[in-house]
C-alpha cells in the first residue's frame, strides 16, 4: 500500500524532488558482507543512517567530509568492538563512495528521466558528506537533474526546513509545488510540515508512480 502525505498542498507539482541514499542508490549485498566480519548485520548499519539522530542529522548546518562522520560512527561502535570501532565505521561510511555501478536503483533512475523528459524538473536532496558529490553524484547531475542540496556540501541537512527551501528555490518553484521522495519517514513529514507533497518509498516503485499519477504528475 502506498502512502501519500501533503496531496492537499496548493499548486501543481512542476518538480520532483528525491533522496538519493535508499531512493536512488542502494546498498548491496557484497557491502553488507564487508561489515558482517565486525559482527554487523543490515539492521545495525541502517541505525546510523535512519531517524532524527542519524549520523548526517547529527552534523546538519556545517560542511563535512567522511573523515568527519568516522569519530561519530566510531564512539557508537566503541564500546561494542572496542579496537575494530573505527575500521568498522571507516567500512560502513565507504558506501557513500563506493563505485560498484549495482549499487544504483536503475528502474528508479529510468523513472527520474521519463520525468524529466517529460518537463518536470528533477532535484536532489541527500544528507551525504561532500566526498558522495565529487564521487558519485556526477552520475545524476549530467542531463538528468536540475539541482542539487548535498548536505556536507552546502551545510543545510534534512529534517532542517532550510534544506528544503533551497533545494525549491534552486528548482525556481516554491514548496507547493514540488513532490519529495524519502525512505526515511521523518524527512517525508518534515517536508509535509512544509507544505510540500511527498512520499515514503518503502521499495515499491509502483507505489511511488501511483502516488505522483494521484496528484496529477502525469508523463
Given at each position: ?10 499548486g ?12 536512488l ?7 553488507f558482507?564487508?561489515?558482517?566480519r ?13 531517524g ?8 546538519a548546518?556545517?560542511?563535512f567530509?567522511i573523515?568527519d562522520?568516522?569519530?561519530?560512527v566510531e564512539?557508537a561502535?566503541?564500546e561494542?568492538?572496542?579496537?575494530q ?10 558506501v ?12 528508479m ?8 523528459d ?27 537533474v536540475d539541482a ?6 552546502d551545510g543545510?541537512?534534512?529534517p532542517?526546513?532550510e ?15 514540488c ?7 521523518h ?9 510540500m ?5 518503502t521499495?515499491e ?14 508523463w
Amino acid at each position: 500500500m502506498f502512502l501519500i502525505v501533503g496531496s492537499g498542498a496548493s499548486g501543481a507539482v512542476l518538480g520532483v524532488v528525491f533522496d538519493v541514499g535508499g531512493v536512488l542508490r542502494r546498498p548491496q549485498p557484497g557491502f553488507f558482507g564487508r561489515v558482517e566480519r565486525f559482527g554487523l548485520d543490515r539492521d545495525d548499519v541502517l541505525e546510523f543512517f535512519m531517524g532524527p539522530d542519524a549520523v548526517e542529522a547529527q552534523m546538519a548546518g556545517r560542511q563535512f567530509r567522511i573523515v568527519d562522520m568516522v569519530p561519530i560512527v566510531e564512539r557508537a561502535l566503541s564500546e561494542r568492538l572496542g579496537e575494530q570501532a573505527r575500521e568498522a565505521a571507516e567500512t560502513i561510511l565507504s558506501v557513500y563512495v563506493d563505485p560498484d555501478p549495482t549499487a544504483w536503483n536503475e528502474p528508479m533512475l529510468h523513472l527520474v528521466d521519463d520525468l524529466h523528459d517529460a518537463g518536470l524538473k528533477v532535484g536532489l536532496l541527500a544528507n551525504a558528506p561532500a566526498d558522495f558529490g565529487e564521487v558519485l553524484l556526477p552520475r545524476l547531475t549530467d542531463g538528468l537533474v536540475d539541482a542539487t542540496v548535498l548536505s556536507g556540501r552546502d551545510g543545510v541537512g534534512k529534517p532542517m526546513a532550510e534544506s528544503y527551501e533551497l533545494i525549491v528555490d534552486r528548482l525556481g518553484f516554491v514548496l507547493g509545488q514540488c513532490f519529495f521522495v524519502d525512505d526515511n519517514a521523518h524527512n517525508v513529514e518534515a517536508a509535509l510540515r512544509l507544505g510540500m507533497k511527498a512520499h515514503h518509498y518503502t521499495g515499491e516503485i509502483s507505489h511511488l508512480t501511483d502516488a505522483l499519477r494521484a496528484v496529477g504528475v502525469d508523463w
